[in-house]
């Protein structure tokens, strides 16, 4: 039985009925990781010791009847920015090369509550900045898809690593695209989950107005039993949501008949690859096909959005950042003679480059002289372009657009020019600045045969409305069963 064409649930089901053993999935998953891993450097760290133990506890508590839920026993992995206790979590970053939390991130928590198995932690951008996954201090991770190309940023460990079936599921966090982006590189399946869905405890801050941890999977099957798990109100999160915390394996239904669909024109305006853009019009016709209504619409804000994302999430940063003065933990440079050359070494030694543009540009933005122009500024836009989307959802269940103007890039293509990278980011970053759910999944490669990523956006809390249309365009166009 070849258990790694199995998506999460079928492996979990095999488990349940007893007919796969916990401890025989991970034993195959972490040698299957040793052989692959040195081709896509997806993983920082692989803790096989913890794994074998967890799964021989799982695999108790399966046996006694005290676990059976649809996730029970499957082995999985976490972009190395979520806490994990007793296991470095470096943020891909010098900064925090032998960070070892001393607690488990809240969505950690709730996973091992679930039986999860964490098989390692994975690679990323530095601190979560980039959209390529070339940031990182342990080196760039390759897309299994092509090992020339990059897997997409920042979460592009956790996209190779389930794009290459090293594992099942893993979770990625989401700032500006985090998630979606990398999943349209890799032809994988993720959602951004509405903010304050999923607790941000435990989770490295970036930006922490943005910020969601969420799902990567191989279908919206397994992103729905993902996501049931880890959401969910957390006291230890401020701003964690009451809202109802739902059943998303519900949602997995057949049908889009009663749907609105809307396609904002302006995103058609930008520059994109034509066959992404083809494949995405397709997506959108079979929709229409399946029973949607489906029309276009103007949505002028979303001009405005990469600029007002790149200023309020650098402004949060530097403000976050700061905490990292080579005194508290992390990183300390020796042989200093003052504590101002003990703060200026630990941080220009520990930071990559991008992430010290990003603090300088946060600190410019948010300086006396330049709060009104800049960040002030950015909060209003990021207001109207709320506005305009909550008007748009009055009339439209879900907003459908590219997830990424290009498939993915030769690795070295955009590092040189940051700017070009930043407007790659123009489809994903509204999401996160309304705090809307925001789902990922292959509609398509182009010829070169790179998968092509759709994205569709939902109201706050219903992303029962991404589940279910995502789950019946996947029935219908197969992608799940993508070769890879
Ligand atoms: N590419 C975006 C950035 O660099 C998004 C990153 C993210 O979502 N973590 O900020």
Known sequence: MNIFNMTALQLGEKINKREIGVLEAVKE??????????????????????????????????????LNGPLAGVPMAVKDNICTSGIKTTCASKMLENFIPAYNAEAIERLYNAGAILLGKLNMDEFAMGSTSE?????????????????GGSSGG????????????????????????????????????T????????LIAYASSFDQIGPIAKNVSDCAAVLNVISGYDEKDGTSSKSEKGDFLKNLVYGVENMKIGIPREYFEESMDQEVKDAVLNAAKQFEIMGARVEEFSLEAVKYAVPAYYIIASAEASSN???????????????????????????????????????????????????????????????IIKRSFDKAFEKYDIILS???????????????????????????????????????????RDTAGL??????????????????????????????????
Do not use: H
């Open 135 to 151: 940031t990182s201090f342990f080196g760039a991770v390759k897309n299994p898809e092509d090992t020339g190309r990059s897997p």
């Open 451 to 484: 998968p092509i990523g759709l994205q569709l956006i939902g109201p706050a809390w219903k992303e029962s409305n991404l589940i279910r249309a995502g789950y019946t365009f996947e029935s219908w166009s197969g992608y799940r069963e993508a070769k890879r």
């Open 195 to 202: 903010y304050g869905r999923v607790s941000r405890y435990g």
């Open 29 to 66: 998953a972490v040698k299957y990781i040793k052989d692959t891993d040195k081709k896509y450097n997806a993983f920082i760290t692989v803790c096989e010791e913890e794994a074998l133990g967890r799964a021989e506890d799982v695999q108790k508590k399966i046996n006694e009847g005290k």
């Open 321 to 383: 950042l700061s905490r990292y003065d080579g005194i508290k933990y992390g990183y300390r440079a020796e042989n200093c003679k003052n504590i101002s050359e003990l703060y200026e070494r630990s941080r220009t030694d520990g930071f990559g480059e991008e992430v010290k543009r990003r603090i300088m540009l946060g600190n410019f933005v948010l300086s006396s002289g330049y709060y009104d122009a800049y960040y002030n500024k950015a909060l209003r836009v990021r207001n």
């Open 402 to 444: 590219p997830t990424a103007p290009e498939t993915a890039l030769k690795l070295g293509e955009s590092l040189s020019d940051p700017v070009k990278m930043y407007s790659g980011d123009i489809f994903t970053v509204s999401a996160n600045l309304t705090g809307l759910p925001g789902m990922t999944l292959p509609c398509g």
């Open 158 to 193: 956790p996209a190779a690593a389930v794009a290459s079936n090293e594992i099942w599921y893993s979770l990625g966090s989401d700032t500006g695209g985090s998630i979606r982006q990398p999943c349209s590189f890799t032809g994988t399946t993720g959602i951004k989950p």
